[in-house]
Each structure stands twice: as structure tokens, then as C-alpha cells.
């Protein structure tokens, strides 16, 4: 899964904000259980949103939240895809169709390759 510097840096580039202390929240038994502190904070329901979003700062914390579930999840398949020899891809793009539907594309880009498609400038 992304390590929190990496949701940090996500959250921040998403909202302005690292979002830490609900990132550490989601992940506080990390420590103790290995992958199985899954088993609390990575689902969904409405006492856990409500939750989120009254302690760490309403809907965007909320989306945050979601977002970062997803992408441990999203690299819990990749890391399986390669364990399994399902996919040596380790460029992943997705996002969301004007219609609702997802998009998704996966490609095998080099060291050099991944580093300028996150090559950001200054101007951005």
C-alpha cells in the first residue's frame, strides 16, 4: 500500500492539505497487525463517515478517506497482478468518464519513463 509520505503528498496535491492525522487515523493499528489493520477504518459505513467527517474536516476529509482506501486496495491488486505473474505493467491510469464510467489504462514504462510522466514544472 502507499506509504503515508505518498498519501500525504497525494492529499496535498488534491486539496491543498496532507490530511496526516486522517491518514494516521486510518492506518493506527498498522503497527501492530501488518495488512490486517485493513480490518478497521478501509470500509465504508455511514458511522464511519460520519465520523471522518466530523473529526477531520466534513466532505473533503471524507473524500480523502475514500480515496486513500482506494488506492490501498488498487495496490493490493497490482501487488498481486505481479506476485501471480498476471501483468508486469506498473503504470496504472484511471479516472472518471463524463457518463459515469471508469477509465483505464495500463502500460510498462521504464525508470526514466515514470519519472517524466510525474515530472511536474514550475508553471503547474
Do not use: C
Not at 492539505?17 to 465504508?44: A, C, P, Q
Amino acid at each position: 500500500m502507499p506509504n503515508w509520505k505518498i498519501h500525504f503528498a497525494l492529499s496535498k496535491k488534491r486539496t491543498e492539505e496532507t490530511f496526516e492525522s486522517l491518514h494516521k487515523w486510518i492506518d493506527e493499528n498498522k503497527e501492530d497487525v501488518g495488512v490486517n489493520h485493513r480490518n478497521k477504518n478501509h470500509y465504508y459505513t455511514e458511522e464511519l463517515r460520519q465520523h471522518v467527517f466530523n473529526t477531520f474536516g466534513g466532505h473533503e476529509a471524507v473524500s480523502e478517506w475514500l480515496f486513500h482506501i482506494a488506492l490501498d486496495n488498487l495496490d493490493t491488486s497490482v501487488t498481486n497482478d505481479w506476485r501471480n505473474n498476471v501483468s508486469d505493467n506498473n503504470f496504472h491510469k484511471f479516472g472518471f468518464k463524463d457518463n459515469g464510467y471508469i477509465f483505464y489504462n495500463e502500460d510498462d514504462l521504464d525508470e526514466e519513463d515514470l519519472e517524466d510522466e510525474f515530472d511536474v514544472s514550475e508553471d503547474e
